[in-house]
C-alpha cells in the first residue's frame, strides 16, 4: 500500500474521531459550559438510547439493509413492558416482556424480507406504522406512568459515578462488537451485506442469518424502550419519533456503508456521541429547534460526502 492510499484509509478510519474531538473543542470554546462534569454526563445519557438502538441499525446496514420501525418498535415495546410493570409483574419479568416485543416485531421484519421477498424499505416502513398504530390502540392514545423507584434506578442509578445508562451502553457495545468480528454470525453479516448470492452459493443459511439481524434490531429497540420508560418514569405511545433517522445518522457517520459490507461498532459510538455532542452544543447556543434539524442534516450530508470521496480517491 502506497503511502497516499495509506492516509486515505487512515482518514476514514480515525477522520470521525478527530471531527468528535474538533466539535468538542469548537463548542468549549463557544460556551463554558458545555465542558462541565455534569454537562458531559448529560449528554452521555442522552446520547445511550440513541447509541443502543444504532447497534441494531449497524448490522442492518452491513448486511445492506434498513430498518425503519425502530422508533415505532421502541414506543409499542415501551407501553408492553409499562402495562407489564402495572399489572404487578416483577420488574426482571416486564422486562424481558418489553425486550421480547421488541425482538419479535423484528423478527416480523426480517420473516417478511426473507421469506415474503419484500425489500427492507417496504417491510420496515409497513412495521413502522402498524407498531405505532398498535402502541396506540394498546394504550388508547394516553401515557402509562407511575413505576417504583426501584425501576427509576435504571434510569437514575450511578456506578463508580457513571451512570447506569451509560454502562448498560458500553455492556452493549462490546458484547455487540465482539459477536460482529468474532463470531460465525458477525462474520456472515458483512458476507450477506457484501454479496448475498455468493455467500448463499457458499453454504450459509442467509434467510436464517438476514432474520436474525433484524430480530437483533428489534432487541436494541426492546432495550432503548426499557431506559426511556425509565428515565421518563412513563410509556409514551408516541415516544421514539425519528429515532430512526438518528440511529441511521449515528450509523452512516460512523463510516457503514449504506451498500453493506463495511462499518464497525466503533464507527456508529463516535457517530452517536457526535449527534449527542451537536444536539447538546447547539441547545447550550440557544439555537432554535428547527435550524439545529437543518444543521444536523447538513452534517450528515456533509459526512456521507467526505467518506464516498475518501473512498472513492482509495481505490
Known amino acids: 500500500m502506497d503511502l497516499k492510499n495509506m492516509l486515505i484509509l487512515y482518514a476514514r478510519q480515525f477522520g470521525t474521531l478527530i471531527g468528535l474531538f474538533f466539535l468538542c473543542s469548537v463548542l468549549s470554546i463557544l460556551t463554558p459550559y458545555f465542558l462541565t462534569v455534569s454537562n458531559l454526563l448529560n449528554v452521555t445519557q442522552q446520547t445511550a438510547i440513541n447509541a443502543i438502538i444504532a447497534v441494531g441499525m449497524t448490522f442492518v446496514i452491513i448486511s445492506a439493509g434498513i430498518d425503519l420501525s425502530v422508533g415505532s418498535i421502541l414506543a409499542f415495546a415501551g407501553v408492553v413492558l409499562a402495562s407489564a410493570l402495572q399489572a404487578g409483574w416483577s420488574i426482571p419479568i416486564a422486562i424481558l416482556i418489553g425486550l421480547a416485543t421488541g425482538g419479535l416485531c423484528g423478527t416480523v421484519n426480517g420473516l417478511l424480507i426473507t421469506f415474503g421477498k419484500l425489500p427492507p424499505f417496504i417491510s420496515t416502513l409497513g412495521m413502522m406504522s402498524v ?80 432474520t436474525m439481524v433484524y430480530a437483533f434490531s428489534g432487541l436494541a429497540s426492546g432495550l432503548g424502550a426499557v431506559i426511556l420508560t425509565a428515565r421518563l418514569n412513563s410509556a409514551q405511545p408516541i415516544a421514539g419519533i425519528m429515532y430512526e433517522l438518528d440511529a441511521i445518522a449515528a450509523t452512516v457517520i460512523g463510516g457503514s456503508s449504506l451498500m453493506g459490507g463495511e462499518g464497525t461498532l466503533q464507527g456508529t459510538l463516535i457517530g452517536a456521541l457526535i449527534m449527542g455532542v451537536l444536539r447538546n452544543g447547539l441547545n447550550l447556543l440557544g439555537v432554535s429547534s428547527f435550524l439545529q434539524q437543518i444543521v444536523i442534516g447538513s452534517v450528515i450530508i456533509i459526512a456521507v460526502l467526505v467518506d464516498a470521496a475518501l473512498k472513492k480517491q482509495g481505490t
Open 131 to 210: 407498531a405505532r398504530g398498535a402502541a396506540l390502540v394498546y394504550t388508547q392514545g394516553r401515557p402509562i406512568s407511575g413505576f417504583g423507584p426501584q425501576f427509576r434506578t435504571l434510569a437514575t442509578g450511578e456506578f463508580l459515578f457513571i451512570p447506569l445508562p451509560v454502562i448498560i451502553m458500553i455492556v452493549i457495545y462490546v458484547l455487540s462488537h465482539f459477536v460482529l468480528t468474532r463470531t460465525k454470525f458477525g462474520l456472515y453479516t458483512y458476507a450477506i451485506g457484501g454479496n448475498e448470492e455468493a455467500t448463499k452459493l457458499s453454504g450459509v443459511n442467509v434467510l436464517f442469518h438476514k
